[in-house]
């Protein structure tokens, strides 16, 4: 696995960063539901660390854009409050547009963990169980070399950790055929529920049954391609057994 080049790490911030407050800016600041807000920058961390794709909400020209992306995270990264890695084609329209206009670098990124469905009394107070995770930022185009690799080795290892290492290096033409993108971590709010419905005590009397259904993300055991030779490997198989592990804990929830 590559590192971060010394200029690149020059730049990471203090241990001070990880202390950053969530919705530092009017425009990461929760203004309903508050009592589900998170406030602890810890958290949002974990939740980034469990989820698997985010969503990103870009300026599409004449219409605004949500796409699905892998992704990883730098807490020790090299942007304020560590460091948001996106991937995708140069070809992609809503990179290239972009990255060619500095008015449009301003993205929306969003990760959700659902956790459960919670069944009320009434249709008002159905809900869902859930983690959820907000970070506006400008978007930079990570051009440094070592950088690049680094950040493209967390994607890899952000799906299968240790992957990365196990793997040959990218080529120059992938390497140009993909764009990396940086989000700083500092502006970010977050929210969570859990639990069951909270209802009116007179929908409580009815005796209708209220509850949640808790839900799990399941790793079934890896499966071989056809030109696979050999036994799983202990990184992929560590992984499929730890998101297993992850799932019967997730039920607690």
């Known amino acids: 696995m590559s590192s971060i080049s010394s200029d690149v790490a020059s ?3 203090s241990a001070e960063a990880f202390a950053l407050p969530l919705e530092p800016t009017a425009r990461t600041t929760v203004t309903r539901g508050r009592n589900r807000v998170v406030a602890d920058r810890a958290k949002l961390l974990d939740l980034l660390a469990d989820g ?10 004449d219409h605004p854009v949500v796409l699905p992306c892998a992704y990883a995270v730098a807490v020790d990264g090299p942007d304020e409050g560590g460091t948001l890695y996106l991937h995708g084609s140069v070809a992609a329209g809503w990179i290239r547009r972009l990255l060619a206009d500095p008015a449009r670098a301003t993205v929306c990124v969003t990760v959700t963990e659902l956790d459960g ?4 009394r009434s249709p008002f107070h159905h809900s869902m169980n859930y983690r959820s995770a ?3 930022g400008r978007a930079r185009e990570v051009v440094d ?3 690049r690799r680094h950040a493209l080795d967390l994607v ?3 799906m299968v950790p240790g992957r990365s290492a196990t793997l040959r290096p990218s080529t120059r033409k992938e390497l140009a055929a993909t764009a990396v993108l940086a989000v700083p971590l500092a502006e970010a709010s977050m929210k969570e529920r859990a639990g069951g419905p909270v209802d009116d005590e007179a929908d409580v009397a009815t ?3 209220g509850g949640h259904i808790p839900l799990r993300r399941v790793a079934d055991a890896p499966l071989p391609d056809p030109d696979a030779s050999g036994a799983v490997p202990q990184d992929v198989a560590a992984r499929a057994a730890g998101l297993a592990d992850r799932a019967v804990r997730a039920t607690a929830r």
């Open 156 to 158: 890899v290892d952000h």
């Open 11 to 13: 730049t990471l911030p």
């Open 145 to 147: 070399p070592d950088e």
């Open 207 to 209: 005796g209708t049954w």
């Open 52 to 61: 698997l794709m985010a969503h990103v909400g870009v300026d599409g020209g």
């Open 134 to 136: 907000v970070v506006v």
């Open 117 to 120: 469905l919670v069944t009320a």
